[in-house]
């Protein structure tokens, strides 16, 4: 019994815990009491050292109701398997939701296994509020790129054509003037078309080289960001975008900044290849630990033929978009590259003529 066995010395841990201004604890997981609790815990769970060290049992109801499964669930592996660990959940004050806390556990005991269980606990409110406003400012950018993008690409491409057009109708031996006119309108739209696509392209790049740095996130929220900014520009982009989801929160382990931009790229890709007053469908569903996210258009579909090679790079199936955007074949591969470092898989259906659905399947946390 772990009752029996030598308790550890924590005199050095105490020492340090009295003068750090993060909670430090450490917790007998026999009799579930805390063994020892500074005095940073207080202003954290605006509750005296005192009663937590009396009795604990209040701390569970505390935890957000959205994030208590979680916690309990990882409390029962370490129980199990004592093992570092390190969670990132929000409590709940009198008054005051959404705070969140990092904390971080470790096994105290002999070979036989953990008896007690140290940690520390760090405010991390202010952290994750710069990090929701990052994500915001990120998702909005990115869509706005991409829409604005959209918006320049096809009137300047509509000058471009109409100035080609004009040349054309032109007779022969006269209007030299005119013509090199024409010619000079010409050559400046498609620098401009060439700029609006090289810049999407490299941000695009850019993000995707940098390594993932996962967090347990809201997806749906996530998601719905970057689809209200384009339900923002609907008029403009002369499409229908509809979002749905099989619950309000759906937790996942992702890099919100690179899982956006697959999701911007997918929808990018359906604007260019779905007609005008089409419609764009956004689906996030949860089925016990699997997260699916959907992108589904009535466009004008993939040929079978290019099918095959969609994700590979500088892929042959490439083609440009319905109104003459132009494509580097680079865009598929890389977002496969992005749902694999999320250990997540992506795959696709599609008709021509009836469009396509893109599927990408992650890991749910609860």
Known sequence: MASALQKPDITVFRQIGDQHDDVCFVFDLEAEKFVYLNAAFEPVWQKKVAEAMADPSFLPGTIHPEDRTYVEDNYRKFVREPVKMSLDFRIEWPYITDRWVWLTVFPLGQAGGAQWMAGMVRDDSPRKKNIFNMQKINARKDSMLEILAHDLRGPIGIVHNLAAAIEEKLPKPDNDFTRHQL?????????????????????????????????????????????????????????????????????????????????????????????????????????????????????????????????????KARRPGLKGEESVGLGMSIIKTIVELHDGKIWFESEVNRGSSFYIQLSAEE
């Not at 609006?196 to 995707?208: G, N």
């Not at 089925?287 to 258009?297: E, N, Q």
Request: hydrophobic fraction near 40%; charged fraction near 30%; proline fraction near 2%.
């Open 183 to 315: 010619q000079m309108i010409q050559q400046i739209c498609k620098r401009n078309i060439d700029l609006i696509r090289d810049l999407v392209h490299q941000e695009f790049l850019e993000s995707a080289e940098v390594e993932v740095s996962k967090e347990r996130l809201d997806l749906v929220w996530e998601i719905n960001e970057v689809v209200e900014n384009y339900r923002n520009a609907q008029e403009n982009l002369s499409k229908v975008f509809e979002l749905t989801y099989s619950q309000e929160r759906i937790f996942s382990q992702i890099d919100s900044m690179k899982f956006m931009q697959v999701i911007n790229n997918l929808l990018s890709n359906a604007i260019k290849f779905t007609r005008d007053n089409g419609v764009i469908r956004i689906h996030v569903g949860k089925k016990k630990s699997t997260i699916v996210v959907s992108v589904i258009d009535n466009g004008v579909g993939i040929p079978k033929e290019d099918q095959p090679f969609l994700f590979d790079k500088f892929t």
